[in-house]
């Protein structure tokens, strides 16, 4: 079947620092992955997509990359700020068949000043 | 830009009774939205799409009786928990795709209800 696996939280980091958070996923076929964002008290926001292989999405200095060798769409930021502490969901959705959102279980970034 | 709300936000309620949770898309019409329910440290699982007008679609393992489903208008969609019982607690989300776009990046979500059945 398919699913989505993130690295575990929650994450603490310092302002301006490097930010990685590890997806991988597991799915029959090419899905389109999905990096959710849901800051304190808000609904999940789409922060960025990637339909197919070796696609990079980017959103407010984040990127992930689709890597169909590793099955993998780990986030990343170069430097992060107070403003980015929110949870993070990763997702998938397959390109075939019923059409549904298939999610991670979330990481929780804290970004301290 | 759209907004979905949902209340209550929280809510605690005794075994046994029944509890309404509203899913309202703010500044948009939707003629489909999507219930999730979420547990302490895993994903969002999606329960059922509900369609205005029509009956609701229920992923496998989701009791339908259970969880009723009204959407009698494009702005609203509800989602009754019947005789609830202490493993019904969770966390409830609601999303919301506005009336022709496109799944699934156009759907907005709601901020969630927290339900505690003691």
């Known amino acids: 079947g398919n699913s989505v696996t993130q690295m575990e939280g929650p994450v603490t980091l310092s302002e301006e620092a490097f930010l990685t958070i590890n997806c991988t996923y597991t799915?029959?076929?090419?899905?389109?992955l999905f990096w959710y964002v849901q800051y304190p008290g808000e609904g999940l926001q789409l922060l960025l997509k990637?339909?197919?292989?070796?696609d990079k999405g980017s959103n407010k200095g984040f990127e992930a990359t689709y890597r169909k060798e590793t099955t993998s769409f780990h986030l990343e930021k170069g430097s992060v700020q107070v403003s980015d502490s929110a949870v993070y969901f990763c997702a998938l959705i397959r390109t075939q068949g019923a059409q549904k959102l298939v999610f991670g279980q979330g990481t929780r970034l804290t970004i301290n000043p | 830009g759209a907004v979905v709300s949902q209340h209550p936000s929280r809510v605690i309620c005794k075994s046994g009774t029944s509890v309404k949770i509203e899913c309202r898309s703010l500044d948009f019409q939707a003629t489909t939205m999507f219930w999730y329910r979420q547990f302490p440290k895993q994903s969002l699982m999606l329960m059922a799409t509900?369609?205005?007008?029509?009956?609701?679609?229920?992923e496998q393992g989701v009791e339908k009786d259970k969880f009723l489903i009204n959407h009698a208008s494009l702005t609203l969609s509800t989602l009754t928990v019947t005789s609830a019982h202490p493993e019904d607690s969770s966390f409830y989300i609601c999303?919301?795709?506005?009336?022709?776009?496109?799944?699934?990046?156009?759907?907005?979500f709601g901020p969630g209800t927290r339900l505690t059945v003691l």
């Open positions: 990637a339909t197919k292989a070796d």
């Open positions: 799915a029959t076929g090419y899905p389109s």
């Open positions: 999303s919301a795709l506005p009336s022709g776009r496109a799944f699934p990046d156009t759907q907005y």
């Open positions: 509900s369609n205005e007008g029509s009956k609701a679609t229920y």
